[in-house]
């Protein structure tokens, strides 16, 4: 006996059928894509000359000492965390003119990243505690935070970016929402460069779609750790 099958039932079938190979395709361009960031990321480490420091503290010293000359900074870092780095740059830094900012939603990462879950490096919510007055928290999202922090920011000094926020998302986000306050002669530092699909990426985007040119100036040994200036 045969099988009629209807109109509908045929309908459901190719678009089954054309949904399998939507994802197949999708799953192997990203794939592709993904692999392209990834040896993309790989020589640049080996093509790269830059100056090796012994650690990240290091290069901040560099940063305050060389590049700003212990000038005022506009610091911002995105992705505080429990505060070490923000607490070492109110220390490295005593310009009473210089503004700390921070930013994070201290619930950890909104999403997985590498080996690590959504919500690491989670604080429950808690801000680090500082006493010096010239630094201060903006809490939440940077999806949320951001765009409203920008509308009353104005520049003063040499900004410092310090994007250790590990995501793509929130890197890319970060980097092209500041573009209209960066200059040449910024520092923008990396804290998890050998991501190559989420801070690599984000630097590679951003310098691409904002028409940036970063020169690396100094990095740890494994490259991981990395200070660009902006050349223009
Ligand atoms: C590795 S930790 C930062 C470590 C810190 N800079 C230090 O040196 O101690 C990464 C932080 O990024 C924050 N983060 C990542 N994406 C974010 C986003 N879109 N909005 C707010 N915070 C975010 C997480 O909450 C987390 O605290």
Redesign the pocket.
């Known amino acids: 006996m045969h099988h009629i099958t209807s109109a509908s039932e045929d309908n459901t079938r190719v678009m089954n059928r054309s949904g399998l190979l939507t994802r197949g395709l999708q799953f192997c361009f990203g794939t592709v894509h993904g692999l392209s960031y990834s040896v993309k990321c790989v020589l640049w480490q080996r093509m790269n000359q830059t100056p090796v420091a012994a650690s ?1 503290h290091r290069i901040f010293e560099y940063a305050n000492s060389q590049i700003s000359k212990g000038q005022p900074v506009d610091y911002f ?10 607490r ?1 740059w109110l220390e490295l830094n005593r310009c009473h003119e210089s503004r700390f900012y921070g ?9 997985g ?1 590498e080996r690590f879950g959504k ?5 429950q919510g808690i801000k680090p505690e500082i006493s010096d007055l010239r630094g201060g928290f903006v809490v ?6 951001v765009p409203v922090f920008q509308r009353t920011f104005e520049r003063r000094n040499r900004l410092v970016l ?1 994007i ?4 793509y ?3 890319m ?2 980097l092209t929402h500041m573009n209209p306050f960066i200059r040449s002669g910024d520092l923008i530092y990396f ?2 460069f050998n991501s190559a699909l989420n801070e690599f990426r984000a630097y590679d985007d951003y310098s691409k779609c904002c028409r940036r040119t970063l020169t690396p100036i100094m990095k740890t040994q494994s490259g991981n750790q990395i200070l660009f200036e902006v050349k223009s």
């Open positions: 990240k870092e995105f992705g505080v965390g429990s505060g070490g780095t923000f070492f930013f994070d939603a201290f619930t950890g990462l909104p999403e990243w919500y690491a490096f989670s604080t939440g999202l940077f999806q949320d935070t310090n250790d926020c590990d995501l998302t929130s890197a986000f970060v804290d998890e």
